[in-house]
């Protein structure tokens, strides 16, 4: 019997490259597809292209990402983030195929505090979680072999991210900062696409779930531990020290953050019948294979 065909849209972000290269890897028949190949901004042209394409699979991982941006351009976050995921759903629907769509944590509105669970409810306060709820919302009403996996603070190789950040700013700088009242749980791609990975098609899972690492920090907790990873690695810092800042200091931001929006990942790890590993286990061992090229 021959392997499911997998597409992932928004291959050359840091997720989808992510998920292509390790399922690749893995054995598996995938294949990954950029904006040039496949672009939600136009509905007609982005079913025309699918329509032409064999998959049994198809992983979403395209999206508008840039916060501030949808607060500014809603009808494109909206369409890109929301209406394009029905128009792939539906594709996916009647091809027989399984969609996997990428969501955010940022479809809560952060007013917990405690752990969400997938049977929490979405209230997102930014335009940017409108369009991303907006998108699930689609997908799941389209059919009930569907999947939408929330994600939070993505990190990895791909492309630079928070920790890639923090610790290129700590090599030239005496002073840096980093917010101390948000409160999220970090996300490795690499874990991310072995967790998925089972839930391709060996174990049936469909509607909500949550896909990030265990625990919880601050994003200065976050920067503080990739610096002392980076230390321990042996990587030459001007600066060892996270200093804390607040969330309303950030005059630059446009869009409301929503400040606590830990997932659990209870169903999760029953699904695949073992829990993510907690996320300074994820990032000391991406610290510590990038330390080389820093």
Known sequence: MSKPRIIVTGAHGRLGAALVREWK??????????????????????????NQLNFDILVNCAAQTNVDRCEDHVEEAMQLNGH??????????QKN???????????????????????????????????????EKTLLSVSDKHLVARVSWVF?????????????????????????????????????????????YQTPASGLLHLCNNGSCTWQEYGQFA???????????????IGPQKMQELTAFIARRPP??????????????????????????YVNKQAAYL
Request: include cysteine; aromatic fraction near 6%; charge should be negative.
């Open 25 to 50: 890897h893995l054995g598996e028949d995938v294949q990954g597809y950029g904006r040039e190949e496949l672009n939600l901004a136009d509905s007609t042209v982005l079913k025309a292209a699918l």
């Open 84 to 93: 394009a995921v029905g128009v792939i759903g539906e594709i996916c629907r």
């Open 97 to 135: 195929a399984r969609c996997i769509h990428i969501s955010t944590d940022y479809v809560f509105d952060g007013n917990k505090t405690t752990p969400y669970t997938e049977k929490d409810e979405a209230l997102p306060i930014s335009k940017y979680g409108e369009s991303k709820l907006l998108g």
């Open 156 to 200: 990895g190789p791909d492309r630079p991210s928070f920790v890639d950040q923090i610790i290129k700013r700590a090599m030239t700088q005496d002073k840096v900062d980093a917010i101390c009242d948000k409160i999220a749980v970090p996300t490795y791609t690499f874990d991310a696409a072995m967790l998925l990975h089972p839930l391709l």
């Open 227 to 241: 610096l002392d990873c980076a230390l321990e690695a042996g990587v030459s810092l001007k600066a060892h020290t």
């Open 260 to 285: 606590y929006t830990v997932m659990s990942t209870n169903l999760l790890s029953e699904l695949i019948g073992k829990p993510p590993r907690e996320w300074r286990d994820a990032v000391k061992e």
